[in-house]
Protein backbone atom coordinates (compact mmCIF):
# COMPACT_ATOMS: atom_id res chain seq x y z
CA UNK A 1 0.00 0.00 0.00
CA UNK A 2 0.85 3.71 -0.73
CA UNK A 3 2.20 5.23 2.21
CA UNK A 4 3.27 8.47 0.60
CA UNK A 5 0.89 11.83 0.61
CA UNK A 6 -1.75 11.99 -2.29
CA UNK A 7 -3.30 15.54 -2.65
CA UNK A 8 -6.23 15.42 -5.08
CA UNK A 9 -7.14 19.36 -6.05
CA UNK A 10 -9.91 20.11 -7.88
CA UNK A 11 -10.03 23.24 -10.72
CA UNK A 12 -12.69 24.69 -12.19
CA UNK A 13 -15.30 22.04 -11.28
CA UNK A 14 -17.01 21.19 -7.59
CA UNK A 15 -15.08 18.85 -5.64
CA UNK A 16 -16.38 14.92 -6.13
CA UNK A 17 -15.81 11.95 -3.18
CA UNK A 18 -16.67 9.90 -5.66
CA UNK A 19 -13.82 10.89 -8.15
CA UNK A 20 -11.38 10.87 -5.09
CA UNK A 21 -12.61 7.54 -3.94
CA UNK A 22 -11.56 5.83 -8.23
CA UNK A 23 -8.91 7.89 -8.13
CA UNK A 24 -7.75 6.77 -4.79
CA UNK A 25 -8.54 2.92 -5.87
CA UNK A 26 -6.82 2.87 -8.44
CA UNK A 27 -3.53 4.18 -6.98
CA UNK A 28 -4.09 1.92 -4.15
CA UNK A 29 -3.81 -0.82 -6.62
CA UNK A 30 -0.59 0.16 -7.94
CA UNK A 31 1.15 0.32 -4.46
CA UNK A 32 4.00 -1.64 -4.78
CA UNK A 33 5.08 -0.05 -8.01
CA UNK A 34 4.67 3.44 -6.29
CA UNK A 35 5.92 2.39 -2.48
CA UNK A 36 8.74 4.59 -3.28
CA UNK A 37 7.06 7.81 -4.10
CA UNK A 38 6.96 10.69 -1.47
CA UNK A 39 4.30 12.63 -3.11
CA UNK A 40 1.42 12.19 -5.78
CA UNK A 41 -0.77 14.89 -6.53
CA UNK A 42 -3.64 14.62 -8.75
CA UNK A 43 -5.60 17.63 -10.66
CA UNK A 44 -9.12 17.31 -11.94
CA UNK A 45 -9.98 19.76 -14.26
CA UNK A 46 -12.71 21.38 -16.26
CA UNK A 47 -12.54 23.57 -19.46
CA UNK A 48 -15.37 25.61 -18.85
CA UNK A 49 -14.29 27.72 -21.87
CA UNK A 50 -14.51 24.55 -24.31
CA UNK A 51 -18.12 22.40 -23.06
CA UNK A 52 -19.44 20.90 -25.74
CA UNK A 53 -16.03 19.84 -26.97
CA UNK A 54 -13.91 16.60 -26.66
CA UNK A 55 -11.55 17.99 -24.19
CA UNK A 56 -14.01 19.08 -21.58
CA UNK A 57 -12.20 17.33 -18.87
CA UNK A 58 -8.95 16.67 -17.73
CA UNK A 59 -6.77 15.08 -15.06
CA UNK A 60 -3.14 15.47 -14.62
CA UNK A 61 -0.95 13.35 -12.24
CA UNK A 62 2.37 13.83 -11.09
CA UNK A 63 4.31 11.29 -9.06
CA UNK A 64 7.21 12.26 -7.58
CA UNK A 65 10.09 9.78 -7.15
CA UNK A 66 13.49 9.74 -5.86
CA UNK A 67 15.08 10.23 -9.24
CA UNK A 68 12.67 11.94 -11.57
CA UNK A 69 9.51 12.84 -11.22
CA UNK A 70 6.57 11.33 -13.80
CA UNK A 71 3.56 13.43 -15.19
CA UNK A 72 0.37 12.46 -16.68
CA UNK A 73 -2.41 14.03 -18.24
CA UNK A 74 -5.52 13.06 -20.04
CA UNK A 75 -8.34 14.91 -21.61
CA UNK A 76 -11.54 13.97 -22.64
CA UNK A 77 -15.41 14.29 -22.26
CA UNK A 78 -15.62 11.27 -20.07
CA UNK A 79 -13.39 11.99 -16.17
CA UNK A 80 -13.84 7.92 -15.75
CA UNK A 81 -12.12 7.35 -19.06
CA UNK A 82 -9.54 9.84 -18.67
CA UNK A 83 -8.34 8.65 -15.13
CA UNK A 84 -8.15 4.65 -16.89
CA UNK A 85 -6.34 5.85 -19.42
CA UNK A 86 -3.70 8.26 -17.26
CA UNK A 87 -3.73 5.39 -15.34
CA UNK A 88 -2.28 3.08 -18.45
CA UNK A 89 -0.28 5.80 -19.66
CA UNK A 90 1.43 5.85 -15.67
CA UNK A 91 1.92 2.27 -15.81
CA UNK A 92 3.94 2.50 -18.90
CA UNK A 93 6.12 5.49 -17.40
CA UNK A 94 6.48 3.34 -14.44
CA UNK A 95 7.48 0.89 -15.92
CA UNK A 96 10.15 2.46 -18.01
CA UNK A 97 11.53 4.65 -14.51
CA UNK A 98 11.80 0.96 -13.22
CA UNK A 99 13.49 -0.12 -16.40
CA UNK A 100 16.25 2.71 -16.44
CA UNK A 101 16.36 3.04 -12.72
CA UNK A 102 20.19 2.14 -12.87
CA UNK A 103 21.01 5.05 -15.29
CA UNK A 104 19.21 7.49 -13.42
CA UNK A 105 20.67 6.74 -10.15
CA UNK A 106 24.19 7.36 -12.04
CA UNK A 107 24.84 3.40 -11.88
CA UNK A 108 25.20 3.27 -15.58
CA UNK A 109 26.12 5.23 -18.26
CA UNK A 110 23.69 7.14 -20.38
CA UNK A 111 24.05 6.05 -24.27
CA UNK A 112 22.77 7.70 -27.15
CA UNK A 113 22.89 6.97 -30.96
CA UNK A 114 24.14 10.03 -32.94
CA UNK A 115 22.48 10.45 -35.98
CA UNK A 116 25.27 11.89 -37.87
CA UNK A 117 24.64 10.60 -41.14
CA UNK A 118 21.08 12.05 -41.06
CA UNK A 119 22.29 15.42 -40.09
CA UNK A 120 24.77 15.30 -43.14
CA UNK A 121 22.08 14.86 -45.20
CA UNK A 122 20.31 17.58 -44.23
CA UNK A 123 20.77 20.67 -46.62
CA UNK A 124 18.47 23.97 -45.84
CA UNK A 125 15.98 24.56 -48.56
CA UNK A 126 13.78 27.37 -48.40
CA UNK A 127 10.34 26.93 -50.14
CA UNK A 128 8.54 29.69 -51.43
CA UNK A 129 8.72 33.18 -50.41
CA UNK A 130 9.08 34.02 -46.82
CA UNK A 131 6.27 35.61 -44.42
CA UNK A 132 7.03 39.20 -43.47
CA UNK A 133 6.09 39.09 -39.36
CA UNK A 134 7.36 42.41 -39.28
CA UNK A 135 4.01 43.36 -37.49
CA UNK A 136 3.99 39.96 -35.02
CA UNK A 137 3.83 40.54 -31.21
CA UNK A 138 4.36 37.12 -29.64
CA UNK A 139 2.72 36.10 -26.33
CA UNK A 140 3.65 33.71 -24.03
CA UNK A 141 0.85 31.60 -23.22
CA UNK A 142 1.86 28.87 -20.99
CA UNK A 143 5.32 29.78 -18.68
CA UNK A 144 7.33 26.73 -16.71
CA UNK A 145 9.65 27.10 -14.12
CA UNK A 146 12.42 24.61 -14.04
CA UNK A 147 13.77 23.00 -10.89
CA UNK A 148 17.47 23.45 -10.26
CA UNK A 149 19.33 20.41 -11.87
CA UNK A 150 22.69 19.56 -11.96
CA UNK A 151 24.21 18.63 -15.79
CA UNK A 152 23.02 15.43 -17.40
CA UNK A 153 23.76 12.83 -20.24
CA UNK A 154 21.46 13.53 -23.57
CA UNK A 155 20.43 9.95 -22.61
CA UNK A 156 19.32 10.85 -19.42
CA UNK A 157 18.06 13.54 -20.04
CA UNK A 158 15.48 11.80 -23.27
CA UNK A 159 14.74 9.42 -20.09
CA UNK A 160 13.47 12.79 -18.09
CA UNK A 161 11.37 14.05 -21.36
CA UNK A 162 9.17 10.63 -21.80
CA UNK A 163 8.86 10.42 -18.03
CA UNK A 164 7.65 13.88 -17.52
CA UNK A 165 5.81 13.45 -20.82
CA UNK A 166 6.74 16.50 -22.58
CA UNK A 167 8.14 16.76 -26.37
CA UNK A 168 11.17 18.88 -25.29
CA UNK A 169 13.63 19.41 -22.78
CA UNK A 170 16.11 21.82 -21.90
CA UNK A 171 19.17 20.43 -19.69
CA UNK A 172 22.67 21.60 -18.95
CA UNK A 173 24.74 18.63 -21.12
CA UNK A 174 27.49 17.20 -18.90
CA UNK A 175 28.85 16.26 -21.97
CA UNK A 176 29.81 20.16 -23.48
CA UNK A 177 28.99 22.24 -20.29
CA UNK A 178 26.31 24.05 -22.74
CA UNK A 179 22.34 24.55 -22.03
CA UNK A 180 21.00 22.97 -24.54
CA UNK A 181 17.23 21.30 -25.72
CA UNK A 182 16.20 17.88 -26.71
CA UNK A 183 13.11 17.37 -28.50
CA UNK A 184 10.81 14.84 -30.47
CA UNK A 185 10.77 15.16 -33.68
CA UNK A 186 8.15 14.79 -36.48
CA UNK A 187 8.89 11.54 -38.29
CA UNK A 188 10.24 9.78 -35.40
CA UNK A 189 13.73 9.98 -33.00
CA UNK A 190 14.80 12.90 -31.04
CA UNK A 191 16.91 15.95 -32.22
CA UNK A 192 19.20 17.68 -30.35
CA UNK A 193 19.50 22.00 -30.23
CA UNK A 194 22.86 23.40 -28.75
CA UNK A 195 24.58 26.82 -28.83
CA UNK A 196 28.31 26.55 -31.11
Not at 52 to 80: A, H, W
Not at 81 to 104: F, K, S
Amino acid sequence: MFEGIIKISFVGMEASDTLKEYITEKLEKKGKILKEATLIEVFFKENTHSRGVKEDFRVDITVTLPNSPIRVEQSGEDMYANIDLAMDTLDRRLRRYRERRGYLEGVKPWKVLEAQAALEALTEEVEGELDDYSDYVPKIAVRKTVKDIGPMEEGEAIERMELLGYDQFLFLNKTTGKMSMIYKRRRGGYGLVEPE
